[in-house]
């Protein structure tokens, strides 16, 4: 008897994906996490970090995902610039 051959995960519009992006397009399931990249939940308080060169760089801790993120964003534009 011939063994199934092992498939690839599937995107929801029907292609086939490699894991790293499969893995990339699941839902969050943690809830710590706000959704955006670099903003993550500290107690009650949103942290905005990334890191640059091996190297934690923290913005801060804001009361509401959209400030951490405008942030990030900031951060992001900033080092892109330079």
Do not use: C
């Amino acid at each position: 008897m011939q063994e199934p051959a092992l498939r690839q995960p599937r995107s929801p519009n029907g292609r086939d994906q490699g894991q790293v992006q499969h893995r990339r397009d699941r839902p969050n399931r943690n809830n710590r996490h706000s959704g955006v990249r670099n903003v993550y939940r500290d107690k009650k308080r949103w942290r905005a970090q990334f890191s640059r060169n091996g190297i934690q760089v923290h913005l801060g801790a804001f009361d509401s995902v959209a400030e951490a993120e405008a942030a990030v964003r900031k951060a992001r534009a900033r080092i892109a610039a330079a």
